[in-house]
């Protein structure tokens, strides 16, 4: 007999509260720190006194909420409506503009936005047998992701390795007759790079085809900072063809995580994107986005973020997170072998090495050994490996320390560097097919490069790096899958 007495999450006999929270925050302490301006990843923080006390105890007023019926729970409803009229006014929709019947739905994250914007191009054209989109090669890979669900076809247009952005003569010439949507980036994740999106907006109304702006990163950011001075380009509403945008409240509308809004020109064009289904006994099921049960938490808390900062307070923010590039690409522009990939024109700063002693992957390492938590970025096509931060509001107080720290990196990774991997092992990574790529094999070879310990990724790790830089994407993909495997066991 199977002996049901507690494992993993299940205690045989229930803990106190304050144990539990405890052992949360236990585990918790090996995490990257959310807060403090170090971290130019994954978090996006305002430092804003006070904000996390709020957005918690909105979360906590509607954590069992229900967004699965609305008629049930008006609360979210309200909230939701109010969240998506603030992001399309934001971006050039709502009375008075040219998209003055701009609709949208609240989704779960900028992934699920342009999944469903993909979902909406593609069923809006049922006579296409084998429907196609065209991105960027620099759009998010959240499309790639969305044209592997949803089976569509991704059509995939080169950018400039100087500019970093896609020719609109290019993407004109990628739409086929089977095309349902064309894709454009405000700002890119990688590069913080807009698209000419008027272009590219053009050449698909020309063609009849839907474009969508991906402006899930920086939907939140390019208003403000235009509102404080800076050139940036057209890339809403205002711009003709544009037929819908996604943007992140998660990111820099410094919500908590999971909230994203996705916006149509009009209800015609987000008519596809919702699933309705009444052919069984239960409820007929609506869905305007993926899930169907869903917290009313992320909503509330973005609800009251935002109600909280206000414009004032983004714009200040935005203000801040300017000045915070400004002095990050200083600090980059003085020192020798680095070389800004882009000159920042928006909320990321992203640089590349270009003296071959200089190890990127080690200086990288170097950083997070000084408590500068920076994202590596591995080589793709014609562009060279880079290293990526975003910058948030809170990193402002900490820019003056930053040019000292990156010095003294580069010195350590010059010191100490470059990696150099057995030339038999850099050939095999070179030459792997991800099918040669057994479970035994990827096991084998995260324990000889010590990732093996089942505590997620060690501090450093540069010979990962070098070793993944070198391999073609599919095995890159094959590999990290693999390793996300073992890593992914239950914990008896
Ligand atoms: C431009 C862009 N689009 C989409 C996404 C995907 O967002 P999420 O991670 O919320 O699914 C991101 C995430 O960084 C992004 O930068």
């Known amino acids: 007999?199977?002996?049901?007495?507690?494992?993993?999450?299940?205690?045989?006999?229930?803990?106190?509260?304050?144990?539990?929270?405890d052992e949360i925050r236990a585990l918790r302490a090996g995490d990257r720190p959310t807060h403090g301006g170090r971290l130019f990843a994954y978090v996006y923080d305002p430092g804003v006194a006070g904000l996390d006390e709020l957005a918690q105890a909105a979360y906590a007023e509607s954590a069992h909420v229900n967004g699965l019926d609305p008629t049930a729970f008006p609360s979210l409803l309200a909230m939701e409506n109010a969240l998506v009229a603030a992001a399309a006014r934001l971006l050039g929709g709502g009375p008075g503009t040219d998209a003055p019947d701009v609709v949208g739905s609240v989704t779960g994250g900028g992934t699920e936005s342009l999944l469903l914007a993909v979902k909406a191009a593609r069923d809006a054209r049922p006579d296409l047998a084998e429907p196609r989109i065209v991105v960027p090669a620099s759009a998010h890979a959240a499309f790639a992701k969305a044209a592997h669900y949803l089976r569509v076809a991704l059509d995939t247009v080169p950018v400039d390795p100087v500019t970093l952005r896609p020719a609109g003569a290019d993407v004109a010439a990628?739409?086929?007759?089977?095309?349902?949507?064309?894709?454009?980036?405000?700002?890119?994740?990688?590069?913080?790079?807009?698209?000419?999106?008027?272009?590219?907006?053009?050449?698909?109304?020309?063609a009849g085809v839907r474009c969508h702006v991906d402006a899930c990163f920086g939907g939140w950011a390019l208003p403000w900072l235009r509102r404080l001075g800076a050139p940036v380009p057209p890339f809403d509403f205002a711009v003709p063809g544009v037929t819908s945008i996604s943007v992140d409240l998660h990111k820099y509308a410094y919500a908590p995580k999971g909230v994203s809004v996705l916006l149509h020109r009009d209800a015609a064009l987000r008519s596809p994107q919702y699933f309705a289904y009444a052919d069984w006994p239960g409820y007929t099921m609506v869905n305007p986005v993926i899930a169907s049960t869903r917290s009313g938490g992320p909503i509330a808390a973005a609800y009251a973020t935002l109600r909280h900062l206000g414009e004032d307070g983004y714009l200040r923010l935005a203000a801040s997170t300017r000045d915070a590039v400004a002095g990050l690409a200083d600090a980059v522009r003085a020192t020798d072998g680095l070389r800004l990939m882009a000159e920042p024109e928006s909320t990321v700063v992203c640089f590349t090495a270009e003296d071959p002693t200089l190890d990127l992957f080690l200086l990288v390492d170097e950083l997070t050994a000084r408590g500068w938590h920076t994202q590596p970025q591995l080589r793709y096509a014609d562009l060279p490996a880079s290293v990526h931060l975003t910058v948030t509001a809170a990193v402002a107080p900490r820019v003056a320390e930053f040019g000292p720290a990156l010095a003294d990196a580069v010195a350590?990774?010059?010191?100490?560097?470059?990696?150099?991997?057995?030339?038999?092992?850099?050939?095999?990574?070179?030459?792997?097919?991800?099918?040669?790529?057994?479970?035994?094999?990827?096991?084998?070879?995260?324990?000889?490069?010590?990732l093996g310990g089942g505590a997620g990724a060690p501090d450093r790790m540069a010979v990962v790096n070098t070793l993944l830089d070198a391999a073609p994407a599919p095995v890159r993909e094959r590999l990290l899958a693999e390793f996300v495997g073992l890593l992914q066991r239950p914990a008896w």
């Open 1 to 21: 007999m199977t002996d049901t007495a507690g494992a993993g999450a299940l205690p045989a006999e229930g803990m106190p509260a304050p144990r539990v929270l």
């Open 174 to 206: 990628a739409i086929r007759p089977e095309t349902v949507l064309v894709v454009a980036s405000a700002p890119s994740y990688a590069h913080g790079v807009v698209d000419p999106v008027a272009e590219i907006a053009a050449v698909a109304a020309e």
């Open 412 to 450: 350590a990774a010059r010191a100490a560097g470059p990696v150099a991997l057995p030339p038999d092992l850099l050939a095999l990574a070179g030459g792997l097919t991800p099918e040669a790529l057994t479970p035994e094999l990827v096991a084998g070879l995260a324990e000889g490069l010590g």
